[in-house]
């Protein structure tokens, strides 16, 4: 079974500087997806960045990042320009893609990021 | 992005009743749809997975009793709880994905506060 961990419950960042949020994976597949999340306090889960496992080429979304480290099993995300709207839990995910179907969520236990004014 | 609409956002009821939450994807057609249960400051426990016209798939612990669901259409899945107690009160999440997709949308999300 995949198991993702988010090693970090909280972390803070002034505003406008730029904070790194870890996850870590472990999955004997080739062929997965690796998500963020992003759950602000009205707790509408919101997709913040997508990276496919066969694509070598760290995904980008404006502000945001990922380091996505393969052979490490790692996926961080770094958040630029930090601003108060970016104050959320932030969960990593992980979903096979090798039989399409009915692929669930697995889910890290998040990590809190407060932007400090 | 796709829009996933869950209503009611905040139901409280009695003891003995059933609620029923309801998961509609407004712009595209999901074929598959998912149910999460989530604790104050925990992360999303999956409690189903739906298709389309077939049983939904309950991952282990989950009474499928308790918490019936239907997806009748490709823009609609309903959780009900059913006899309700105290312990059921909870944050429930519906998702959906869109047929040939790797992204699930979320609702809002249901309080649900059993008295």
């Known amino acids: 079974a995949q198991t993702v961990t988010q090693s970090q419950p909280e972390m803070s960042v002034q505003e406008a500087e730029t904070v790194t949020l870890s996850c870590t994976y472990d999955t004997s597949e080739s062929d997965y997806y690796l998500f963020w999340y992003k759950q602000p306090p009205s707790r509408q889960m919101i997709l913040v960045i997508r990276q496919e496992a066969y694509k070598q080429q760290n995904a980008t979304e404006n502000r945001f990042s990922v380091n996505f480290q393969k052979a490490a099993k790692s996926f961080s995300l770094k958040i630029s320009d930090s601003q108060l709207g970016d104050a959320a839990m932030y969960f990593c995910a992980y979903r096979s893609a090798s039989n399409f179907g009915n692929e669930k969520l697995t889910f890290g236990t998040g990590t809190r990021l407060t932007i400090i004014p | 992005g796709a829009v996933v609409s869950q209503h009611p956002s905040r139901v409280i009821c009695k003891s003995g009743t059933s609620v029923k939450i309801e998961c509609r994807s407004l712009d595209f057609q999901a074929t598959t749809m998912f149910w999460y249960r989530q604790f104050p400051k925990k992360s999303l426990m999956l409690m189903a997975t739906s298709n389309e016209g077939s049983k939904a798939t309950y991952e282990q612990g989950v009474e499928k009793d308790k918490f019936l669901i239907n997806h009748a259409s490709l823009t609609l899945s309903t959780l009900t709880v059913t006899s309700a107690h105290p312990e059921d009160s909870s944050f429930y999440i519906c998702?959906?994905?869109?047929?040939?997709?790797?992204?699930?949308?979320f609702g809002a999300g249901t309080r649900l506060s059993v008295l």
């Open positions: 998702s959906a994905r869109e047929a040939g997709g790797s992204i699930q949308y």
